[in-house]
DNA sequence: ATTTTATATCGTATTATTGCAATATAGATA
DNA sequence: TATCTATATTGCAATAATACGATATAAAAT
């Protein structure tokens, strides 16, 4: 067997730049708008535990849990243990790093130019 | 049945808000390696027809079809008919609107207080 | 020590995604 | 008209993602 399956059906991950498939999983860790209600509520009242998006959501505890689990695993969120608790929050360099890679396309896009 | 199953396995949709799941399906139309280059290369020459991209993705041409066709309905490239070909290129306001959104993001992130 | 509180993990049914061969469609060319 | 070129669509096998009940783990409170 020639491929490695790694993420989303089939994807021949090993034919592209690893800045692609870096880029790639990281918008696949937001890409669902749970885990988007997720950022967007700990965004707001800067740092929860885990109790309290599931209090917020309508989704059930693991579920919860393991939106939480992609958001940390891609480096969006850090845990802080707490007690018997956990405290997230965001980590605000990947958001910038988001922030700028967007800025980079646009820069590169050519405004004047129509299209074909 | 009180649930509608729309995108990626199951998903409860409807418990979110508009923006959420306008932003997310974005995200996913982005959350590719496969699409990324794609989109790289859009940039790069500013446009280009499928069978280029064919001759430059170690993909078969009904992949990158496929994989140009969500690019398209997520309305982030345009697509114009060209005598037999379809000259695709970047829609340039859904990149800056990513751009924006993540800013926004950012900017709500309160820099000062530590996580937790 | 027992119970409560908070979170993670496992197992699994359901649904979505990916990739491509085969085929269809349509304009261009000879 | 027949052929070439470019793209889209269909069908399907393989794989990934989602959601959650049941259960495990661990610290706190009683």
Redesign the interface.
């Known amino acids: 067997m020639q491929y490695r399956y790694i993420t989303?059906g089939i994807?021949?991950?090993e034919?592209?730049?690893e800045k692609?498939?870096e880029?790639?999983?990281l918008?696949?860790a937001?890409?669902?708008?749970?885990?988007?209600?997720i950022?967007?509520h700990i965004?707001?009242v800067?740092?929860c535990i885990c109790n309290d998006i599931v209090n917020e959501?309508?989704?059930a505890q693991p579920t919860i849990s393991q939106h939480l689990k992609e958001l940390k695993n891609a480096g969006i969120i850090?845990g802080?243990i707490?007690g018997n608790a956990i405290?997230y929050?965001?980590d605000?360099k990947i958001?910038?790093k988001?922030?700028k890679i967007?800025?980079g396309?646009?820069m590169?896009?050519?405004?004047k130019?129509a299209?074909?």
Do not use: D, V, W
Request: proline letters at 4%; a positive charge; one cysteine or more.
């Open positions: 989303m994807s021949k991950t034919h592209f730049t692609q498939n880029l790639a999983s918008l696949k937001l890409a669902h708008p749970a885990r988007i209600a950022l967007e965004i707001k800067n740092a959501l309508p989704l850090k802080n707490e405290c929050c965001i605000e958001i910038g988001l922030q967007f800025l396309y646009e590169k896009i050519e405004k130019r299209c074909c």
